[in-house]
Nanobody
Framework: QVQLVESGGGLVQPGGSLRLSCAAS????????MGWYRRAPGKERELVAT???????NYADSVKGRFTISRDAAKNTVYLQMNSLKPEDTAVYHC???????????????WGQGTQVTVSS
């Protein structure tokens, strides 16, 4: 099984920065991609950023130029550097991975429990 544990959330003022980390552990044959999603109160979960095994990245328009996703493949860890934070960034941030547990197994999606990010004065 795959476990994803996020860390790095907290309370920051507008304009501040946070770096989120997510470490994947367990029996993993391969990881196709890792990413960050967020869910704000009263809103649907939305994609924030993803990074594939060949290092292609994708960002929501709302975070382009402010957030940077990166990955340490050897550690199965993905990071999200968040700068110039805005109140509308307040949400629970979840990491996920698309991964195979076995060579000929299915590619499934796994989710972390989430870490709270609050941007407020």
């Amino acid at each position: 099984q795959v476990q994803l544990v996020e860390s790095g959330g907290g309370l920051v003022q507008p304009g501040g920065s946070l770096r989120l980390s997510c470490a994947a552990s367990g029996s993993i044959f391969s990881i196709n991609a890792m990413g960050w999603y967020r869910r704000a109160p009263g809103k649907e979960r939305e994609l924030v950023a993803t990074i594939t095994s060949d290092a292609n990245t994708n960002y929501a328009d709302s975070v382009k130029g402010r957030f940077t996703i990166s990955r340490d493949a050897a550690k199965n860890t993905v990071y999200l550097q968040m700068n110039s934070l805005k109140p509308e960034d307040t949400a629970v941030y979840h990491c996920n991975t698309r991964a195979r547990l076995r060579r000929f197994g299915q590619v499934d999606t796994y989710w972390g429990q989430g870490t709270q990010v609050t941007v407020s004065s």
